[in-house]
């Protein structure tokens, strides 16, 4: 059973930065694919940053390239989210998500993850 907990999220305006992390434990971190997801008011849930423990490389989606970085710890079993440059339309509740295994399907599908944190909300406005 994976267990993830969330940082706690925030408020910060326009431009501004916040750090998210999260904790996983109950499954070796090597063999653990992780994504952030967010959805936001009236929005379907969606996929932000993926990593796999196993290896270095990282994904994005569009809307947040060259703005929030995933990285991880291995010995910490923890995997980050640092946000830059925080635009209103970032606003959202963010959440951390786990895959056991090897491979995934499809990293950007939420029901490809078997584990979920119960989200954290951030919000950006003036």
């Known amino acids: 059973q994976v267990q993830l907990v969330e940082s706690t999220g925030g408020s910060v305006q326009p431009g501004g930065s916040l750090r998210l992390s999260c904790v996983t434990s109950g499954y070796p971190f090597e063999r653990l694919w992780v994504a952030w997801f967010r959805q936001g008011p009236g929005s379907e849930r969606g996929g932000v940053a993926v990593?796999?423990?196993?290896?270095?490389?990282?994904y994005y989606a569009d809307s947040v390239k060259g703005r929030f970085t995933i990285a991880k710890d291995n010995f910490r079993m923890t995997v980050y989210l640092e946000m830059n440059n925080l635009k209103p339309e970032d606003t959202a509740k963010y959440y951390c998500?786990?895959?056991?295994?090897?491979?995934?399907?499809?990293?950007?599908?939420?029901?490809?993850?078997?584990?979920w944190g119960r989200g954290t909300q951030v919000t950006v406005s003036p």
């Open positions: 998500a786990a895959h056991p295994g090897q491979r995934v399907i499809d990293k950007w599908l939420p029901r490809q993850y078997d584990y």
């Open positions: 990593i796999y423990g196993g290896s270095d490389n990282t």
